[in-house]
């Protein structure tokens, strides 16, 4: 897994991971994600586990226009 991520990393910086079977992309306004307590999860960059919470599913929705993003 760690070095399938490190070979992906390059692509990432370069902006052309959409290239890799591995990554999906795509658009909705909602997302639900189902993972189980094994499975390794970052959080705005940092680690985290889902052992012990009860948290495995998520379900995010976006907000039209809640975020602002200045480039």
Request: aromatic share 4%; net charge positive; charged share 20%.
């Amino acid at each position: 897994m760690i070095a399938r991520v490190l070979r992906l990393l390059p692509a990432l910086l370069g902006a052309r991971h959409l290239d890799f079977a591995e990554v999906r992309s795509g658009q909705a306004r909602t997302l639900g994600i189902t993972i189980d307590g094994s499975a390794p999860v970052h959080l705005d960059g940092e680690p985290w586990t889902a052992a012990g919470t009860g948290m495995q599913r998520w379900d995010i929705e976006v907000q039209p226009r809640a975020l602002r993003v200045v480039i």
